[in-house]
């Protein structure tokens, strides 16, 4: 699934949603390849909490940053529209993925590899090949109740969406709330290895999260569900302590 997001506030933030300079920059996508074997697929819930953790994981890697060997790659892939795009592999698939320049980030059985950005049109070919579809998963038992002293990557509770939509969902939430962190908060949240839950919002409780001011997650509608559609609510405890109504809503457009 490929996401986009764009903002709707703070000329400097990497997020616009009004046509601007970004539009007309080389377009850069952020892959992220979910192990699915044939026989062992993993949980729903886990999948999508994992790859919100490998967003998270290379925005914060050293080689991201500065004169790191990805930081150039990260740099024109935020100075344009923002795009995540998740594959699946399995075998040789998930081993020739693995071959590659990345990282892989467990959870408690999913593997997700998330890579630097790649031009739109210049996917390296064993990554080109893999599949977008075929990411539906399920979990076996609902999960536990979120704690709610760490962050919570809340779904609309309203919407249906396949497992890879929802993990790039996942993962602009996630990016959202990292980018609206301090730095001590950010720093705090990498040490601690990314704690996260993913979990669906009651439909009592989401129009609350909707408009708390919380980072919010606004999909365009190219793929799968409406346009306009508030797909995550990114609710991190440092953001909760803002005063009511200070965080941006950054909505998200798919493609």
């Not at 892939?77 to 081993?95: L, M, N, P, S």
Request: hydrophobic content about 40%; some cysteine.
């Amino acid at each position: 699934m490929s996401e986009d997001p764009t903002p709707v506030s703070e000329s400097a933030s990497p997020f616009r949603s009004e046509p601007s300079a970004r539009d007309e920059a080389p377009q850069f996508v952020l892959p992220l390849v979910v192990r699915i074997e044939r026989a062992d697929p993993p949980a729903r819930t886990d999948a999508l909490e994992t790859a919100a953790r490998a967003v998270l994981t290379i925005l914060a890697d050293e080689r991201s940053a500065g004169e790191g060997e990805w930081a150039g790659a990260m740099r024109d892939w935020q100075d344009a529209r923002i795009r995540k795009v998740v594959r699946r592999a399995r075998g040789a698939e998930w081993r020739r993925a693995e071959a590659l320049p990345g990282i892989t980030v467990t959870g408690k059985a999913a593997e997700v590899r998330v890579f630097p950005p790649v031009p739109l049109d210049g996917w390296p070919k064993d990554l080109a090949r893999l599949q977008v579809s075929g990411t539906d998963l399920d979990d076996p038992q609902p999960p536990v109740d979120a704690d709610p002293s760490a962050p919570v990557l809340w779904l609309n509770p309203d919407l249906g969406m396949s497992a890879g939509k929802a993990m790039a969902q996942a993962g602009h939430a996630a990016q959202l709330a990292w980018w609206e962190l301090p730095d001590e908060e950010r720093a705090a949240w990498r040490d601690a290895g990314f704690p996260l839950a993913v979990r669906t919002a009651g439909a009592a409780r989401w129009p609350g999260l909707t408009g708390s001011g919380l980072p919010l997650v606004r999909d365009a509608g190219f793929t799968e569900i409406a346009p306009g559609s508030c797909t995550v609510a990114a609710d991190h405890p440092a953001l909760r302590r803002r005063p009511h109504g200070t965080g941006r809503a950054a909505p998200t457009r798919s493609e």
